[in-house]
């Protein structure tokens, strides 16, 4: 079936430092890729859709020049946290669809744990 | 936008009996209907789903129904199991390349 990998599984920084999330489908090209971030016992909250080769779409509240996405192929998309702060530690996980197949369901990556020191 | 309601919030039943998680969604092209498991520290992990032509799917002890009239959907566990425990997350969305909008999720408690 159709696998979303995502790196790293955790990670622990400190403040004011950058993050980067790697997000790639494995066996299938994915145009549009989503991300979400799930703070401690909430629900998936989506943060942006990222394009391969456009700017992504962020949804409201989310700061794009915080959140950087490049999507530059159509296996990866990338979620770079800048000047990481406490605040920003929570479960950042990216989904997929395989759009080469009718009805596919979304699949997701097995999600970044991130802790801002 | 597509906003997705979830009820209960956390549920509780004995080993044995069922469980049933409803959600309502307020866009009527929503047509793609999922619900996730998701386990702590884990990913969301699809168990079944159904789509707008469709008004009910069953998968051995789980199955869903759609009313696509009233915008209700809900999943339904039966004979449940202390391994059913887990935070269950409806969602819906259109077809085609838009994201799933998430319900508040259901913290289901199977005791033994």
């Known amino acids: 079936g159709a696998v979303v990998s995502q790196h790293p599984s955790w990670v622990i920084c400190k403040s004011g430092t950058s993050v980067k999330i790697e997000c790639r489908s494995l066996?299938?090209?994915?145009?549009?890729m989503f991300w979400y971030r799930q703070f401690p016992k909430q629900s998936l909250m989506l943060m942006a859709t990222s394009n391969e080769g456009s700017k992504a779409t962020y949804e409201q509240g989310v700061e794009k020049d915080k959140f950087l996405i490049n999507h530059a192929s159509l296996t990866l998309s990338t979620l770079t946290v800048t000047s990481a702060h406490p605040e920003d530690s929570s479960f950042y996980i990216c989904?997929?669809?395989?759009?080469?197949?009718?009805?596919?369901?979304?699949?997701f990556g097995n999600g970044t744990r991130l802790t801002v020191t | 936008g597509e906003n997705v309601e979830q009820h209960p919030s956390t549920l509780s039943v004995q080993e044995g009996d069922s469980a049933v998680i409803k959600c309502t969604y307020s866009?009527?092209?929503?047509?793609?209907f999922p619900w996730y498991k998701q386990e702590l520290g884990k990913r969301p992990q699809l168990i079944i789903d159904i789509r707008s032509n469709v008004g009910e799917k069953k998968d051995q002890r789980i199955a869903v129904t759609l009313n696509k009239t009233a915008k209700h959907f809900s999943l339904h566990i039966t004979e449940t199991q202390p391994e059913d425990s887990a935070v269950y997350f409806c969602?819906?969305?259109?077809?085609?390349?838009?994201?799933?909008?998430f319900g508040k999720g259901t913290r289901l408690s199977v005791i033994a």
């Open positions: 866009d009527s092209a929503s047509n793609y």
């Open positions: 066996d299938f090209q994915a145009t549009t």
């Open positions: 969602a819906a969305t259109h077809s085609g390349n838009t994201p799933l909008v």
């Open positions: 989904s997929a669809r395989d759009m080469g197949r009718d009805s596919s369901p979304l699949h």
